[in-house]
């Protein structure tokens, strides 16, 4: 059952002749003017294409079809793109405070851990002088790079094209570990 079907009284024929008629219409200004908005708040086609269609339902039941149906749409969808805005602007998204917080549930928790375990035991893998600096890169305090060339004694100038180089050679073995895809279909 489509709403033009809907029981509830709305002239069928005539909300079907004039729904049919104006989908274009209504289509082509809803998607111009959410293409309008782009700059400003969003507005959704679909959400304003919709409410243009519940106005126009309800006007049919209480009116009839409107006069001027093309100034009429283009109206609408002026008013309800404007009135989408202005409630986007008042709202603000309901936080329940007893609610958890998503960053810190247990799955990634448990991910970001495995991939930060992965990561050390690839940067131990490679040679010793890449494998400190690496690691004092990652240190949990956020060494800057004067404190780190002070711990490794090497200059602060070096630090950046050697952890350059340390970077590529991590990046190649990472490569190397991570399995091919299969040949497929004309590729064989």
Known sequence: MTLLDHPRGLPGPVAATVVRTLYPLVSAEAGAESAAAAT?????????????????????????????????VRDTVRAEARRARRTARHERPYRDENAPDPAGCPERAVLGADERRRLRAAVARLPARCARLIGALLAPGDPTYREIAGALGMSQGSLGPIRSRCLGCLRRMLAAEVVAPELRGKER
């Open 40 to 72: 400003g708040a969003a507005v959704d086609r679909a959400d304003l294409e919709q409410s243009v269609w519940l106005r126009l339902l309800e006007r049919l039941a209480d009116q009839g079809p409107p006069g001027d149906p093309a100034r009429w």
